[in-house]
């Protein structure tokens, strides 16, 4: 990147920093929701322009500039946060709230390779480590978001052990440069943004791993969404591998993901417990919900899945902290 570039990416960053915090200042926000249920509330009638802030950066519909309030719109055209659309603008993010925080993401539809997306999976994600971290015993030293996304998982983790020296990690620069500016809002001090595949630019041990990577499979291969290999499983074993080298005594793995079910089999269950067989880690494995994403039944890379589950599991070091 050139320093002109590194400049002009600096200013939109600190832009789009400078929105969130309008947003928070106004009262936003927004939970969102799946991107089949996004597009029928689109499609009713009524919704095809925005009326409000919650229509622009939550439900990414285009909308007439004079309807935004002018320090808003000025904010989103610093941070090349805006498009024009025929004679209408549309957002290029959408802002979501979870646990009294507010997290910028890729607006929808989320079709580029590098779309950054929050939804569902998220909030359980992070319902899931904000569980674990309620019964572990004793303070985390250092933890880490592996395919941090939005760093919400990062951000959950830093408000609950500030003491704690807390890694979100993604190869997505997109992503990154989103994470960066989510921690500023939720002033996390001690959580570092760094760019990395899985675990391999990281050293050390960590007492807490989590991670909600792409479990899909993606015919266009996007990153987001592509989980890897003929189930879209890939990604999770690989982070399943990365973690038990590198957990701590009485550290913990705590991974949703999701699977298709094929004549009531669930592959990931599958190579997850052959995988850790050969481990010391002692695991849990549970469906959190057993029907998602149906709408994808319909096409060729789910023709043998009865179902899509999203699935969680829980892999501890035995050693000094229980979980």
């Known amino acids: 990147m050139t320093d002109t570039a590194l400049i002009r990416s600096v200013r939109a960053g600190a832009a789009l920093a400078a929105l969130g915090r309008e947003l928070i200042d106004r009262g936003y926000r927004f939970t969102t929701v799946t991107p089949a249920t996004q597009a029928r509330v689109n499609r009713r009638p009524g919704n095809a322009v925005a009326r409000d802030l919650r229509d622009v950066f939550g439900w990414s519909r285009p909308f007439p500039p004079e309807a935004m309030p002018g320090e808003v719109f000025d904010l989103m055209l610093a941070a090349d946060a805006a498009e024009a659309c025929g004679s209408l603008w549309r957002s290029r993010v959408r802002f979501s709230s979870y646990d009294g925080e507010l997290f910028v993401h890729s607006a929808f539809p989320t079709d580029a390779s590098d779309a950054v997306f929050f939804g569902p999976d998220t909030y359980r994600m992070a319902d899931a480590v904000r569980a674990y971290l309620r019964n572990r015993r004793e303070p985390l030293a250092r933890a880490v978001d592996v395919g941090c996304g939005t760093a919400a998982g990062a951000i959950t983790i830093a408000k609950r052990a500030p003491r704690a020296r807390v890694l979100a990690v993604d190869i997505n620069d997109t992503a990154l440069e989103y994470a960066r500016v989510n921690v500023g809002l939720a002033g996390t001090g001690n959580v570092s943004v760094r760019r990395g595949d899985l675990l391999d630019d990281v050293d050390g041990g960590f007492d807490l791993i989590a991670a909600n990577p792409p479990f899909m499979i993606d015919p266009a291969g996007r990153t987001y969404r592509d989980g890897g290999g003929p189930d879209g499983n890939d990604l ?68 043998r899945a009865e179902r899509i589950a999203v699935v969680l599991l829980t892999a501890t070091r035995p050693g000094s902290v229980a979980q």
């Not at 080298?245 to 991974?255: D, F, K, S």
């Not at 993901?257 to 549970?286: K, Q």
Request: no cysteine; aromatic share 8%; hydrophobic share 45%.
């Open 236 to 303: 999770s074993l690989r982070i399943i591998d990365a973690a038990a080298g590198r957990l701590t005594p009485g550290g913990a793995l705590v991974l949703f993901s999701g699977t298709g079910i094929v004549d009531g089999h669930d592959p990931l269950r599958a190579a997850a417990a052959e995988r850790l067989a050969g481990t010391d880690l002692r695991w849990m494995y549970r469906e959190v919900d057993p029907d998602v994403y149906g709408e994808e039944l319909d096409g060729s890379a789910y023709a």
